[in-house]
């Protein structure tokens, strides 16, 4: 199973980083996992994933998302971490349901 995974990692400071950091290992086990990152590059170079790839400074990675078995997106309640995430979760799915609700949450904290 080939998995595109959107999601904060280390350096950028929320737990949602630090939980990850822990799960990809146990989610390598059973899938190929590659990166889909918000304009940073991860701190810890040993993390069990494919290719990393930075959406924000090349947004045509996107287009990828169409070769994977399922896109996960893991979003928090901090903005400043998951705005991108959510805005990505939204557009790839025609801003439907779920991530339009978390997009409009993330849009409403980012303009206050």
């Known amino acids: 199973m080939r998995l595109a995974y959107f999601t904060p990692l280390n350096p950028q400071a929320c737990g949602i980083s630090d939980y990850n950091e822990e799960l990809l290992p146990y989610l390598a086990a059973h899938a190929d996992i590659d990166l ?3 304009g940073f590059q991860p ?3 040993d993390l069990p994933v494919g290719r990393v790839f930075d959406y924000q ?3 045509h990675v996107l287009g990828l ?3 994977y078995d399922a896109a996960i997106y893991h979003i928090g309640n901090d903005y400043r971490f998951h705005f991108g995430t959510c805005t ?3 557009a790839a799915s025609g801003n439907r349901g779920l991530p339009r ?3 409009r949450r ?3 904290r980012a303009r206050a």
């Open 36 to 38: 889909f990152l918000d």
């Open 43 to 45: 701190s810890n170079e």
């Open 57 to 59: 400074k090349n947004p």
């Open 65 to 67: 998302l169409r070769n």
């Open 88 to 90: 990505s979760a939204a």
């Open 101 to 103: 609700l978390c997009a």
């Open 106 to 108: 993330h849009f409403s």
